[in-house]
């Protein structure tokens, strides 16, 4: 899957239906003003354990949530609006920015996005595909 506006071209994501929202690992998050809105900017790294094609984001601020992590833990987290790019179908959805540097994951997909059409088959994995290869192979063992 990708976030074509965010310049990611892929990010490993998992589908989660216990989860409303979609959820982003990114860092470095700063909340400013740009013309009397608010925006965020943050990083994304796509590839766990190195930042091999890490790239800056800024987009407006949607809302701001208070979400329960799967371990109970309520926190506040901004959300906001990117295109999403699911087995060759584009969807906007909302998507929290939040810390899932301990994940497997990079992003995980939500009920929300989900609705859109899709069905979900417990059973089969990586039905989108797997990354490239080539990017496999430029990011592995790098920290």
């Known amino acids: ?21 979609s959820s982003l690992h990114a860092f470095d998050i700063v909340e400013f003003d740009r013309e009397g809105e ?31 992590s799967s371990s109970g833990h309520a926190q506040e987290r901004l959300v906001v609006l990117l295109a999403i790019r699911l087995v060759d179908r584009l969807v906007v959805s909302e998507v929290t920015l939040s810390n899932r540097d301990e994940m497997g994951f990079r992003m995980l997909i939500g009920r929300e996005a989900l609705r ?7 059973a089969r994995s990586f039905i989108g595909g797997r990354a490239p290869k080539e990017a496999r192979r430029r990011n592995r063992g790098r920290v």
């Open 116 to 122: 859109r059409g899709f069905i979900v088959d417990p």
């Open 38 to 68: 608010d925006w965020v900017r943050f990083r994304v790294n796509p590839w766990q354990d190195t930042d091999a094609d890490a790239t800056i984001v800024e987009c407006p601020v949607h809302d701001r949530r208070a979400v329960r």
């Open 1 to 21: 899957m990708s976030l074509p506006d965010a310049g990611v071209d892929w990010i490993k994501a998992k589908i989660d239906t216990g989860a409303r929202t």
